[in-house]
């Protein structure tokens, strides 16, 4: 009996997916469980999996192709199966195909010709090991990798992997562009002198220097004409809708506060003076001391649900993280009663799998309040997007050494500004500022955070 491969929900808030690639070909045997395709959803990419035994007999949609979720997008049956009538059942419901390859894909990104090649044959089984196998076995990839090591023309089967099982990883893809492993591509000039890309040149720079350059040597984007469109990914489009559905209905206010640092540094010094496994970052104690905070201010550990406001007794604390496509929120559970030491190796490992988009889908959600930091990027102060249906986000800038009269004296002094954004239905100003009194008090005397 026929199966049908539809667009999953692989993510609670997916409404529809993005196949970035098919695994199996048309004519390929597969059992149940077998991994079908890699799909881009709203916050991750994940597998899907087929859902029966036999022959994978069409794929509906092509690579890079979008479908909303619940829409037929390939058949599994047996090999001598008729699926005439599951075929004309589907015809009526799927897109139309896109007149051109060049409208697909960004002309920055993939070389015209390549593109054509592979959108005529989609089905077709590689005759020749390429730039995915070795001695014909398939490279052990995350999809991430796949994308970063095609946009920069690294050579898959020249790069050592370093992740679980030898597989291939983001960073392993940057080490191998910045040491010029490239394979050739259509858009390279054999004839000219070795270049290293735009995208090589910025992803190189924070390895050979202490930190980035002020100014950025060369363009962080590269153009082929004069504007470059880019199709917006799964992950932006979430973004988009939920920040529009945050900044206008949201009646917002802010809070700034300035906040001493200074015994957070020695704090720092003395952990890491008993070794790396007692090394913590400025932004793992700022959590600390929010999630300590809001357990002391439930009023702020609060959602808006419309006619309900619905306050936690837990704290699941919300850390925004940059990623190539977008801001994504992984989630500390129980903040407030973890260690400083548990916060930081937990922070690290959700960021590191948010950057590689493979964070589960409890991973990033249920955070009943969030924290945004671009300190590190010396941004002195700014205002973060409250992140529906919490009620307040905080925002934290840079801890500067500025000259601060104590006793009669200019003494340096270590000083961080951090903004509260506010809803105002859920929070009023005196309810926010006590809790930023809180989050002060905490950070100027750290010690009260280890009991």
Known sequence: ???????????????????????????????????????????????????????????????????????????????????????????????????????????????????????????????????????????????????????????????????????VIRRDIEAAAAAGTRAPLARDTPTSAPTTSAANATTAAPRAAAKPPAIPLTPTMHFDGDVRDVTLTQMRKTIARRLGESIGPIPTFYLTAEIDMTSVGELRSQMASAGDAFKVSVNDIVMKAVAVALSKHPECNAHWLGDTIRYHARVHLGMAVATDDGLIVPVIRDADRKGLGDIGREARELAGRARERKLKPEEYTGSTFSVSNLGMFGIDQ??????????????????????????????????????????????????????????????????????
Request: hydrophobic fraction near 45%; glycine fraction near 8%; aromatic fraction near 2%.
């Open 1 to 167: 009996m026929a199966t049908k491969v539809m667009m999953e929900a692989l993510s609670p808030t997916m409404e529809e997916g993005r196949l970035t690639k098919w695994l199996k070909a048309e004519g390929d045997t597969v059992v149940s469980g077998d991994v079908l395709a890699e799909v881009e959803t709203d916050k991750a990419i994940m597998e899907l999996v087929a859902r029966g035994d036999g022959v994978l007999r069409k794929r509906l949609i092509g690579d890079d192709s979008t479908a909303p979720v619940a829409q037929l997008i390939g058949i599994i049956a047996g090999a001598d199966e008729d699926i005439s009538a599951l075929l004309s059942s589907a015809e009526g419901d799927q897109p139309a195909a896109p007149a051109a390859p060049a409208a697909e894909t960004p002309a920055a990104e993939t070389p015209a010709a390549v593109t054509a090649a592979s959108k005529a044959a989609p089905a077709a089984a590689p005759t020749a090991p390429s730039e995915n196998t070795v001695d014909g076995a398939r490279i052990k990839a995350s999809p991430l990798a796949r994308r970063i090591a095609s946009e920069q023309g690294v050579s898959l089967s020249n790069v050592h992997g370093t992740g679980p099982s030898g597989r």
């Open 382 to 451: 700014f205002t973060a997007i409250i992140n529906p249906p919490e009620a307040g986000i905080l925002a934290v800038g840079s801890s500067d050494t500025k000259p601060v009269w104590m006793d009669g004296a200019f003494v340096p002094r270590q000083r961080m500004r951090v903004t509260m954004s506010c809803d105002h239905r859920v929070i009023d100003g005196a309810v926010g500022a006590r809790f930023l009194q809180t989050v002060r008090h905490l950070l100027e005397n750290p010690f009260l955070m280890l009991y």
